[in-house]
């Protein structure tokens, strides 16, 4: 699968392109970057697609800003 490039919205106007764009513009994390932050589950890995550091919170669960595969819950290891 390629990277999701860029987004126009055909209301608004609003241009988004590459995936650290499309990642700020669908994010609702409120904590990161803050030291409450370390401990956030997301930027995470898109388990679909292998996207790396995709996934972010929206919505009440998570979002791959890559392949826009939604998950309930994204696992982190222990370690």
């Known amino acids: 699968m390629e990277p999701y490039d860029g987004f ?41 697609c292998q996207g790396y550091h995709t996934v972010c919170e929206y919505e009440g669960g998570d979002l791959c800003t890559n392949c826009f595969a939604y998950f309930d819950a994204v696992g982190r290891c222990q370690w």
């Open 8 to 48: 126009s919205c055909m209301e608004c106007d609003c241009k988004v392109s590459g995936e650290s764009e499309i990642f700020e513009l669908f994010d609702q994390n409120r904590f990161r970057g803050t030291k409450d932050g370390r401990d956030a589950d997301t930027p995470a890995n898109c388990d679909e």
